[in-house]
T-cell receptor, first 114, second 113 residues
């Protein structure tokens, strides 16, 4: 079984550009979570989505960040007009929504803003 | 007070010893608790989850939960150098089975040969 897939694995952007991070959940999973890990910091929740719906975006910065999980295709985390402080590892996790709803993480996207 | 607290370490133990990793949480309504392992530069990997008071064993790993004390721990028996990593405690807040995880800062474990 394929696990959670994320691409690209590494992304370099200049200040002011846009970054698009993609996440395909595990087969059979319809719940997607995005987390960010800043250098030397812990994992912080950003947003929780199910197909076509944002369930919880309490961790998303108010500006420049958006997320979607369309009916078809991967979930996308979009960062507009990136700044150096956006440099971090962005992890996607997926779950089935059943039982204790264990979340399984993808390999992450390392974003570097020059 | 942070929602989930861990001692950042590093915790250093000799090979073959028992490593004890601790975590406290602030939300009394939390129902499920997770331990993840993260190697440097890699993504978190699930080790165990626990939801009932007491112990839960899986191979060399034992998770312990005490809801009254709001405390969860992870014991690693017969520690190996390959266990050297950062261990993340995560708590699912609220009563719903789905929802975000709140992570502690992680404890760095070093197992010395």
């Amino acid at each position: 079984n394929a696990g959670v897939m994320q691409n690209p694995r590494h992304l370099v952007r200049r200040r002011g550009q846009e970054a698009r991070l993609r996440c395909s959940p595990m087969k059979g999973h319809s719940h997607v979570y995005w987390y960010r890990q800043l250098p030397e910091e812990g994992l912080k929740f950003m947003v929780y989505l199910q197909k076509e719906n944002i369930i919880d975006e309490s961790g998303m910065p108010k500006e420049r960040f958006s997320a979607e999980f369309p009916k078809e295709g991967p979930s996308i985390l979009r960062i507009q007009q990136v700044v150096r402080g956006d440099s971090a590892a962005y992890f996607c996790a997926s779950s089935s929504g059943q039982g204790f709803d264990t979340q399984y993480f993808g390999p992450g996207t390392r974003l570097t803003v020059l | 007070q942070k929602e989930v607290e861990q001692n950042s370490g590093p915790l250093s133990v000799p090979e073959g010893a028992i490593a004890s990793l601790n975590c406290t949480y602030s939300d009394r309504g939390s129902q499920s608790f997770f331990w993840y392992r993260q190697y440097s530069g890699k993504s978190p990997e699930l080790i165990m989850f626990i939801y009932s008071n007491g112990d839960k064993e899986d191979g060399r790993f034992t998770a312990q939960l005490n809801k009254a004390s709001q405390y969860v721990s992870l014991l690693i028996r017969d520690s190996q150098p390959s266990d050297s990593a950062t261990y993340l405690c995560a708590v699912k807040v609220g009563s719903s089975n789905t929802g975000k995880l709140i992570f502690g800062q992680g404890t760095t474990l070093q197992v010395k040969p």
